[in-house]
Structures are given as structure tokens and as C-alpha cells.
């Protein structure tokens, strides 16, 4: 029987402890997606307690406390922030097979050194030991990113945003790159006419254009495309249900941005023309400036009307969509390949029924254009990223694409206590390997199958986006 959480957790043979030992545990990050608030690595932010920097925003630990019975009010409600972890510790017990099993004991290890098992009779123990560590300077938000090797923070952040703390970032001593993302999604949300004419004014603000007609919106978008270039910020992301690719005319495009700007709903078909017309002009921009954009597909979000009108949006109940993805994400891609104006291209989908679907469409795009691996189908997302949701991902990518050339983890998270993803990720990895070696499947060559853990672990995201150079230190291996 071997003990829970060793240091060779997952890794099931010795070329699995070799390759993760060896070639992948010492690498730096690479945090290329995430949802981390920028303005608290900023201020260096110093927590308070765990709750704070555990409970508070992780709608994963509050769908497994609602399914455990847990009332509101020690979730998202008043309760003391005691009073919400002494509610996650009764809860934890429950979560066995569960990755946040995994995830919660990995990270009081790695990040306080906290080997006990978290439970009601340890609660307070752990309550106490973790917060009086918290107050200590090798607590501070910035601290911990270094302290787990993270070279590259990517946020997620709205063309409106003043951008003022990635700003400040950029003109500190903090030698971690925190970079913008490129998020555009409520500039394509018409459903709500209302919500869309306030989002059009803060946009407008921001890019200082009074947004009166669909070229007044381009210009605007246009300009904030160039304010994020020039922080750094080389992605977009896009958060939708499917691709839309409907065919269109400028004119129609123009045409149903008027009709919305004079308060007027959209049908569904104006609709898709609508964002058909405006993806393929942010594509566009993606395309010139070399960026990479990113389509997180399939999310069915805030289902119940009770806790988004109690909570807010991610509240935790969103689920797998069962949208159909594959016609139109053809079409979309054909689209901008036919005017070679197809940026790198990283696709992600939330339901596993698409896995093969996704692994085999960016196959049909790839060129030389951009180096190896111009199409990417993205890493195990959101409810799939988990051991097996990981390994599901890269078994249909090594059987329908080139494994060798993937750009590996990110974490898309909004907590600062993470990035044990990012090593859970390699042992999986590593295991899948060497399980393949021990079968005899794959030959035995250990300084091959290290080069390709390297490659994806860390060194094809460093070609891939051509971040600027960073000073942490990186074990000196052949990355050709």
C-alpha cells in the first residue's frame, strides 16, 4: 500500500519517477490562461486567513458544499470566514475521489507544509497553523507565484478595462511577467439590449470614442487591441457556447448593430450575423499583431436563476453544454484561412463528446506559417480538468495529432494557491509515458521521453508565444 500524497503520487512505474523527477518537477510555469485579479499582484496583496485566499471565488468548493448539504450562508452568505472553512473542512471528507481531494491536500503541502489530513477534528489546527503563516512576508501574493517558478502570468481582462494595475506592473522592480489578455466577450453581447448600450459606453470611455455606429465599434476595439499590445498582451480568449460563422455582409453586420443601438432586439439569426461579422474582425486583428486567440467552447452558464440573482454570475452554476461545435468551428477556421489571415489558434471545449471532434479539426488548419503546432486543442478544461479528463485529453491528441508539439497546462484559476495543477498535470503526464514504456509500447529511451516532457511541460509554450525573456532561471537542457 503506498502512502497518500508521496513524493511519488500518480507515478505508477520507475520511468514515470524518472521523467517527472528529472526532466519535468524542477521546470518553471508558463501561466498562459488564467483569472487572476491583477490589481492584488499589484498591491502584493497579503490574505488575511484561508478562507480569503481558498474559499473566497472558488465556485468548485462551493458546488461540492451545496451537494454536501451546506447552507448559503456559509458559502456565499455572512457567515464568519471561520465559519466557511470549518463548513469545508465537515465537506472535504466527502470529496474523496474528487479531485479538489487531491487538489486541497496538495496544496496545504506545498504551499504550508501541512502533511494532516483536513477534516472536522483537523480544522482548526490547519486553520491556525495556515493564518499565522499568511502573515508573513513569504506569504504575500507575489511571493507565493515565486515561490512555485512562475515566470508568466496571463489574466483575463475586457477591452474596457483601464488596464492601470498591468500598468503599474509593468513599471515595478517585479521581475515576473503579468501580461493582459484580450477578452472581448461582451462586446459581442447583444441578447441584453440595455446591458449592451452601458458596456458600449464604458468601452467608448476607454478607448475614447463616442460608439455610435459598427465603425465607431471596430475603432474602439482597435485601439484597445493596440493599448494591450503594447502591455505585453500577445492572446485573445473568447468564452462562448459555440463558434459563429453565419454568412454575412458588412452591410448586414452594420445593420444589426444599429438596430441594437436604437434599443431594438435582435432575432436570433440577426444575432449570429451580428457576432459572425465581429469575431472574424477581432480575428483579424488577432492575425496581424501575431497574437494567438484562444475559444473556450461549451459552457452552459448560470442555469439557476435563484443564486445568479442571489450571488451573481459564477456563482458555480454553470454545466457541460451539449451545443453542437463542429460545422461551425470548421467554417469559422475556413473562413480566415481562405484570406490567410488565421492567427495561432488554441481550441478548448468543455464537453468530452468533443474530444475527437476537436483533436482531428485543428489538424485541418495546420500550416507551416507559424512553426510546429500552429492549431492547438487546448488542455482538459474546467470540469475536465482532472486525472481523468487529463488523460482522455492527451490520449485523443496523441492518437489524432502530435502530442510532442502540445503547449501543455495552464491553470484558469482565480486563486493564488493553484499551481499544484501545473505539477498534478506533469505526474499525469509522466505516468501516461511511462505505463506506455512498461508496456512496451513506447522503447525505453529515457533522454527522448524527457525531451518530450520538457517540450510540453514548459519549453513549446516558450516558443509557441514568444513571451519576452524572463530572468528566472531555467535548468540548463536542450530544448531543441
Known sequence: ???????????????????????????????????????????????????????AGDHYKWRAMRANGVAEHYITGAASDWEKFEKWAETVPYTLRSPLYHWTHLELQRYFGITELLRPQSARHIWEQANEQLQTPAFSVRSLLRRLNVQVVCTTDDPADSLEHHQALAASDFLLRVLPTFRPDQALAVENVAAYHAYLRKLGAAAEVDIQTYEDLLLALRRRHDVFHALGCRLSDHGLERLYATDHTAGQVSRAFHQVRAGQALNPGERDVFKSGLLVELARLDHARGWTQQFHLGALRNTNTRLRQQVGADAGTDSIGDFSQGRHLAA?????????????????????????????????????????????????????????????????LSNL??????????TDSRSFLSYPRHEYFRRILCNLLGQDVENGELPADLPGLGQLVQNVCYYNAQR???FDPVTTPVPERDAN
Open 1 to 55: 500500500m503506498k502512502p497518500f500524497l508521496d513524493a511519488d503520487f500518480l507515478l505508477r512505474t520507475a520511468t514515470a519517477r524518472t521523467l517527472y523527477h528529472e526532466y519535468a518537477a524542477a521546470l518553471p510555469i508558463l501561466d498562459y490562461h488564467c483569472h487572476l485579479p491583477p490589481n492584488e499582484i499589484a498591491e502584493d496583496r497579503q490574505f488575511e486567513n484561508l478562507t480569503q485566499i481558498w474559499l
Open 332 to 396: 469559422f477556421l475556413d473562413c480566415l484561412d481562405r484570406q490567410n489571415e488565421l492567427a495561432q489558434t488554441i481550441i478548448y471545449n468543455l464537453n468530452p463528446a468533443d474530444n475527437e471532434l476537436m483533436a482531428s479539426m485543428v489538424g485541418n488548419f495546420q500550416d507551416g506559417s507559424a512553426g510546429p503546432g500552429k492549431m492547438q486543442w487546448g488542455a482538459a478544461w474546467w470540469f475536465l480538468d482532472q486525472k481523468d479528463g487529463m488523460e482522455k485529453q492527451l490520449n485523443a
Open 401 to 410: 495529432g502530435l502530442l510532442s508539439r502540445f503547449v501543455g497546462m495552464l
Open 464 to 466: 509557441y508565444f514568444k
